[in-house]
DNA sequence: TTGTAGGCGTTATCAT
DNA sequence: ATGATAACGCCTACAA
C-alpha cells in the first residue's frame, strides 16, 4: 500500500470525522472542552488515517518545541552517556525529547552547536563545557531570550547561571590523603587543561592534601594534558625517568591512570608496590584493569537526572532566581592500584 | 544587556537595510540572483541583530529539516557511540545535525520513537535495531514518504532497504576456528536474542566451524541471553560447573566474554590454559582485561560513515532502487586469552 | 461544546 | 536584482 500522496494533516481528519481542524486540533491533545465522543472518533480516525503531527508546524505557532539541548564533549565516554541518559530520563517523563551535540572538546565546535540548539528553538539546554572553551558569550542568547540552562560537571564559575558539579576539591583532596596513608611520598598529578575549573579544583585538593601533610609539592611532578590514553602512557614514561621519579600518581581522570597503570607493567614495576595509582570517575575500565584502579566515583546518571529536573524547575517556575550552585558528593572507591597496607 | 523583547526576524533585518524580507531570506542563503552588495549589508545587520534563523518556521515552508535520525539501543556502548560519530561527521559535511535516540533495546520504546522521529519531519533515518523488536510496521511511515532510510548492524532481513552490516558468519567461524586450532575441543558459545540475525549468523558460523571440523556441537554449551555482565558470569558458572564443562568460550560480544575471564580467574581457573575465551567487537575493555581478549574487531566509525553516505546517496538520487546490502570486514584480533600455543 | 479566523517566520512562485 | 503575496500545518483568542 504506497501512499506517497501528501502528509495528513488535521484538516484531512477535520474532514473525515465532520468537524472543524479546531476542535481536532484540540481533541488530539485532549482539552477539556471537547466531548469524550469527539475526542474518541477523532483520535480514532487521526490513528487509521496514518496521521502525526507535523512538529515544526507546531513549535512554530506554539513557540514550544518540547526538545531540550543537551551540550557535551563527547558522548563516547562512560561519564557523559550515562548522563545524558539521566538527563533522559527526566526529560521523557516530561514528555520531551533530548537534542544532543557534540562539541569533540572545541570550542569552535561548540559555539556552532549552542547557536544550531537556538536555531531549532530548543525549550532549555543543559551543558557540560568543552575542555578550551574560555568564553560564554554563545550562551547569551539564551539568557537574553529567558530560555533556561544548567551547566553541569564542567561549569563556568563567572556565569550566574544553575550549576551541578562535584566537590572536585574534596574528592582530589581525599584521594591524595588515601595514598599519603598508604605511605608514598612523593607523588605526581596528572591535570587537564589548566583554565577549566574542575581540573583546577582538583590540582587544588591535591596541593592541600599535601601540604596538611608535610610533604612538598614538586612543579616536575605536576603534568597537564588532555589526559587522553597515549599522553597517560608518554607522562608516566617521563616521570618514571627522572632522578628521583614519583612512587604514585594521582591522575584527574582513569583514562590517563590506566595507561599509567599499563605502562608500569610493561616496565615490569609493581603497582601499587613501586608505583601507587589513583583515578577519577570509576569508568568500567577502572575495576577491570589489573591491578584494579583506585579512584572516584560520582553518580553520573544521578547528575543528569538533577540537571534535567533544574531545568525543568525553572521553566516551570520562571520567577526563581536561577544561580545556585548543587554540589554532589563523590566516593573514593579503593581498589587494588593504592593498597600498600593489608 | 537584557533583550527580552521580541526574537529578531527577517521582517527587522528587511527593515533594518531597507530590503524586502524576501531578498533577505535569499541574501542569507547566497542566493546567486541577489547582489553582492546587499547580500554583505543583509549579513552584517544580521550579525548586529543577533539574527538566528527559526528552524521550525524554515521546515515548515520548505519541507527540510536537515535533520537526520539515527536510533540506536543504547549510546553508552563504545561501537554505538563510535557508530554515531562517524555518522556524524558525514552528515555534518553535509550541513546536518543528527537526531539521537535510544530504545533500550526495547520494541515498544524504538516504536515510540520512531513515530518522534517521522513527527520531527527528519529527512533521513539509520536505524540499529532494538534487541527485541520483531515487527517493523513503524517504519511504513517512512517508506510511505519517500524518507530514506539505511539499517545498520542490527538490520531486519525481511525488508526492502539499504543494508549495512558485518559479515557475522564469517567472523564467528574464524573466531571458533581459531579456538579449534588452538586445540579446544568443547567450545561453549554465548549467543543473543535468537531472532536477532547478527547472533543467528555468529551461531551459525559457530556452529559450521564445529563441524567443518569434525567437533560435534553441543546444546548443553549454547546459552541465549541479553549478554550483559552479570548474564556473563552466570552463564560461565553454570557451563564450569557441568559435569563435563566447556574449555572455551565463544561469545557473541565482549562484555560477557569479560565476565567468563574475571568469573574464571575468580575460581582460580587459568585462562586459556583451562579456559580459551573470544569475544566480539574489541571493546577497549578487550584489550584492557589481563589477560588480554581475543575478539572480533569491526569499524564502527566506518560503518557510521557508510550508512550517513548512502542515506545522502539516496536523498540525491531517489531513482535508485534501495534495496542493497554492504558487507563491512571484520578482523580476528588475537591477543592473550586464546593463545595456548606458543 | 464547537467553529472562525488570523498569525507564527520562512520560503516559493510569480511578477516587475 | 528585487518585491508582493500566498502558503506550509498548527494553535488560540474570540465568537457562537
Redesign the interface.
Known sequence: ????TK?VTIYDIAKSVQVSPATVSRALKDHYSISQETTQNVKRAAKEM?Y??????S??RSKK?NTIGVMVS???R?FM??F??GV?AVANEKGC??????SEDKAEKEIENA??M????VDGLIVSLAMDSRSYKHFD?FR???IPMVFADRVPLDLEVNKIMIDNFQAAYNATEHLILQGCKRIAHFSGAAHRNIYKQRKKGYLAALKNHGLLADDTLITNSNLGANEGWEMTKKLLNLASPPDAIFSANDTAA?SAI?YAKSMGISVPEKLAVVGFNDD??AS???PSLTTIAHPAFEIGRMAAAQLFEQKENSALVSSKTTVVKTQLVIRESSMRQG
Not at 1 to 4: E, G, I, Q, S, V
Open positions: 500500500m504506497k501512499n506517497r502528509q496514518g502525526f503531527p507535523n512538529s515544526p508546524a513549535s512554530l518545541t563527547r558522548i563516547n562512560p552517556s550515562t545524558i541518559s533522559e525529547h533530548v537534542f544532543i551535540s557534540q547557536h544550531a537556538f536555531s531549532a528553538r542568547v537574553n531570550n529567558d590506566v599499563r568500567p575500565l577491570i584493569i589489573s
